[in-house]
């Protein structure tokens, strides 16, 4: 049986400093929890796991609004598995996200797994404000361990001050041609990018560069740089973009203090996150990467 199945979360300044979140609101695979510190100017929302999702035929959507002035922290539990449905037909995720005036998200959910047979159609949009700040990352691993991939298209469009700043769509597995070549992911099996928009860039954009033989930073038209990787598995993905984010946060550090460049690291609680998935029976277990 597929599900339908949406999500919402809102964040709103407090009025004292802080982040309040009104609205934090999910149904089926989508349980929402309000997690971390309270009383920072930051709010962290984890999304755990229900039941196993996608498979083939679900329709899922998550709509996020981080208001201007306020700062949200959004990460998930477990790797997304994508799974075959009972009809062969594919399953789509659609993320909608609105990010106001001097507000600031840190997107840094755990890896999308494409498990052979699945048919998975993501799609990810942005609405930055001119002033706001995003640090998104996005990771997908092409098959569980001595498996092929399903089949995989991911769209992720970033706008900001309503023109476009970055787009990007990827198709990988069965049907999509030259996926697996050198010139796409060159017999990897991990792919993945992290995105940092900051209005203090506009100054001082990146220099494009290599970061080993399988990652570059590339300084994106606007106030924003994106580390584009690929890699063996999972864990050799995350060590790439990882120590760019690492880099990044010591730059801003150096250049404005800890506060701004608190607003720009990634936890290291989230980085040392295991990678799991939930069955659709509510049982949690291991996925094999």
Not at 105 to 124: F, K, N, Q, V
Not at 223 to 229: F, G
């Amino acid at each position: 049986m597929s599900v339908r199945a949406a999500a919402r979360v809102v964040a709103v300044p407090d009025g004292r400093g802080g982040t309040a979140l009104p609205v934090l609101a999910g149904e089926g695979p989508f349980a929402l929890r309000r997690t971390g510190p309270r009383g920072g100017p930051e709010a962290s929302v984890t999304l755990v796991g229900a039941m196993s999702a996608p498979l083939g035929g679900d329709r899922l959507t998550l709509t996020v609004t981080v208001e201007a002035g306020a700062a949200l922290r959004f990460g998930t539990t477990a790797a997304t598995l994508a799974l075959p449905g009972r009809t062969g037909a594919p399953a789509t995720y659609d993320t909608r996200i609105t990010v106001g005036e001097g507000a600031v998200l840190h997107w840094l959910p755990e890896p999308l797994i494409s498990a052979r047979g699945s048919d998975l159609r993501m799609t990810t949009r942005v609405e930055l404000a001119p002033t706001a700040r995003l640090v998104l990352r996005e990771e997908q691993v092409l098959g569980r361990a001595g498996e092929r991939p399903g089949r995989l298209t991911t769209r992720l469009t970033v706008c900001r001050a309503g023109r476009p700043l970055y787009d990007q769509e990827l198709r990988y597995g069965p049907g999509a041609p030259g996926w697996d070549g050198g010139a796409v992911l060159g017999g990897h099996r991990a792919v993945g990018q992290l995105l940092v928009v900051d209005p203090d860039l506009a100054g001082a954009p990146e220099e494009p560069r290599r970061i080993g033989p399988t990652a570059a930073v590339l300084a994106l038209a606007g106030p924003a740089t994106v580390v584009t990787a690929v890699a063996p598995d999972a864990l050799e993905l995350r060590r790439l973009l990882r120590a760019e984010e690492n880099r990044v946060s010591r730059t801003k550090e150096d250049k404005d203090g800890p506060r701004i460049s608190a607003s720009l690291r990634i936890s290291k609680e989230v980085l040392a996150q295991p990678v799991h998935d939930s069955r659709r029976d509510g049982s949690i277990h291991p996925a094999a990467l």
